[in-house]
Structures are given as structure tokens and as C-alpha cells.
């Protein structure tokens, strides 16, 4: 029985391409492992939570978020992450930034960057930015 010589020569083609995929993945082994573990990391890190703020004292929730935010940012370092996405269940939020500041304690207040005055909307975002250093509150 005879092989063709077509064939012979598409054999010969996928076992190189065979042998320099394994060649290949065999010499990049040490950086594809470190890539996959990685990507297992980055599932301990704590990242954005929502959380439903109701009730009157709206005020003093917002700045425990702002505090916890705070707090985070020390134990992370240096990288940019959001804490927390603060709605309300029901209307606007309807706070003033200088109420949010006169419950913050001084470490906090001045590591705290508020990007509006008035906070009216039915969300509010609360993130950490490494760039001015601070806990930012936004609209």
C-alpha cells in the first residue's frame, strides 16, 4: 500500500507545527504560570459593593462609607479602586458636603475630596484615586 507523497508532506507540515507549539509553550512555561496565578489575585481583592442607604440619618452612613473607603486605601496602597456605590431606595439623597465634612474626623476629612456640593441624585459614588491621594466623592 503506498502513501502518497502529498500526504507524506502535510504529515510532516503538522508534526512540525506540532513540535514548535510544544517547543514554544515548553520554554514560556515559567511566564504562562505567572500570569495564571495572577488572575486567581485578583479575586481577593475587595472591589466595588453596593449598598442601599435608607432611613433618616443618611448623613452619618454616607461618611461611615467614606471612613471605610478611608481605611481601605491604607491597607491597598497604591492603586485606584471604587468602595462603594451608595443608593437610595427611595427619592434623592439630597446632602450637603459641608454637613458630610463636619462628620468626618480630620484624617479622613482632608484625605477626602468631594467633587460637588450638593449631593442630589439617588446615587453616589465613593472611590479611592491614587493621583491627588484622597477618597473621592462623586455624583
Known amino acids: 500500500m503506498a502513501i502518497s507523497l502529498d500526504y507524506m508532506g502535510k504529515l510532516v507540515i503538522v ?3 506540532v513540535a514548535v507549539s510544544v517547543g514554544i509553550i515548553s520554554e514560556f512555561r515559567g511566564q504562562i504560570d505567572n500570569n495564571l496565578d495572577g488572575l486567581n489575585q485578583d479575586e481577593d481583592k475587595e ?8 432611613g433618616a440619618d443618611t448623613e452619618r452612613k454616607i461618611s461611615d462609607l467614606i471612613t471605610l473607603c478611608y481605611e481601605r486605601s491604607l491597607e491597598r496602597g497604591f492603586e485606584d479602586f471604587q468602595c462603594f456605590l451608595a443608593r437610595k431606595d427611595s427619592g434623592d439623597f439630597g ?5 458630610l465634612e463636619n462628620r468626618l474626623e480630620d484624617k479622613v476629612n482632608q484625605s477626602t475630596k468631594f467633587e460637588a456640593s450638593n449631593y442630589d441624585r439617588e446615587s453616589i459614588i465613593i472611590r479611592y484615586a491614587v493621583r491627588p491621594n484622597k477618597v473621592v466623592v462623586e455624583k
Open 95 to 99: 446632602l450637603n458636603k459641608n454637613n
Open 15 to 17: 508534526m512540525i507545527v
Open 47 to 54: 472591589g466595588l459593593e453596593i449598598v442601599e442607604v435608607s
